[in-house]
């Protein structure tokens, strides 16, 4: 098994008394994880998640173990565009200016379902509402001297090709695993464009892959249970890794200092490419899949998605 690339002790370190974050899928997981850790360096951090109840104990919780009062939480369903709009309105009636986002939540191999909006879920939660989310913070990130854009894709966006003529699935056969992989390709793509869209701006953006990480994202896959219990031993030896390991990507984008360099670069955890010669990982590295470095399909996935979302002029 590869080694796990790990964030610098400098970075986990750092105080970040002057920073706010947003993360979304902050429940469980890496999203939880990463939480906890910004809050260990006293950042201010808004957890935007779906589940309210839960949310507001998991925030006491963070409150209490680091004695950082400057997490709190906003609700967000990724399920709908209505509610990442009413999320923006919340966020800018209490906070200036933004310094990172990182698009964390998602969906993994649902079966066939479509969002508030109509759009396929994998394509329209993971994608598309963070697409809407970051291009609304867009003015207050630009008021930060340094602001990170994160978007969390997987090793898999490495195995399909966006269809830009069917998004949502309505001509071809629904494969959930298909459908997944091109939602994380989308986010790669955005990421490549978005930097040449604000490559005169004190925006980085960026996507990774966090590695194979042992979180509930796999439900629709394989019970829980079966990962965390019974297939643990067999699954860890084949690559899986706790989420402690999971954020160490996550981290190094939103801390180092170097990052700033590569503005719409893919940061990869080892993960399970076919490409054997990325499957070591690297911060950063080139993506294995040359449709990310098709400029034209770039620039027609977000000027389509401005449309699907209602912010094409």
């Known amino acids: 098994m590869s080694r796990t690339i790990m964030c610098s002790k400098d970075n986990l370190e750092k105080n970040l008394s002057d920073k706010i974050y947003i993360v979304t899928g902050t429940t469980s997981g890496i999203g939880l994880e990463t939480v906890t850790q910004l809050a260990k360096q006293s950042a201010t951090v808004i957890c935007a998640a779906r589940n309210i109840d839960l ?173 965390d219990v019974l297939l643990k031993p067999f699954l860890t030896m084949a690559g899986m890794i706790n989420v402690k390991l999971g954020t160490q990507t996550t981290l190094h984008c939103l801390i180092d200092p170097s990052v700033t360099s590569y503005s719409g670069y893919y940061f990869s955890q080892f993960g399970i490419y076919k490409d054997k010669k990325s499957r070591a990982g690297g911060w950063p590295m080139k993506s294995p899949n040359s449709q990310v470095y098709d400029d034209l399909t770039c620039k027609k996935l977000y000027e389509k998605s401005l449309e699907m979302v209602g912010l094409k002029k």
């Open 55 to 227: 949310s507001k104990t998991i925030i006491n919780n963070i409150k209490e173990e680091t004695k950082n009062d400057k997490i709190s939480f906003l609700h967000l369903d990724l399920n709908s565009l209505q509610s990442v709009r009413e999320f923006i309105k919340q966020f800018n009636d209490k906070f200036s200016r933004l310094d990172g986002l990182v698009n964390n939540a998602g969906v993994m191999h649902t079966r066939k379902q479509k969002t508030v909006d109509g759009f396929e879920l994998q394509f329209g939660v993971n994608y598309l509402s963070h697409f809407l989310l970051t291009e609304l913070l867009i003015p207050k990130l630009k008021k930060s001297k340094d602001s990170r854009i994160l978007h969390t894709s997987s090793v898999m966006h490495e195995r399909t090709l966006v269809d830009l003529d069917d998004l949502n699935y309505e001509k071809r056969k629904y494969s959930r695993i298909d459908a997944y992989n091109q939602s994380k390709l989308a986010q790669v793509l955005y990421a490549r464009y978005q930097a040449t869209l604000l490559k005169k701006s004190n925006i980085t953006s960026v996507s990774l892959h966090p590695g194979w990480v042992q979180t509930p994202l796999i439900k629709h896959t394989l019970p829980v249970f079966f990962q």
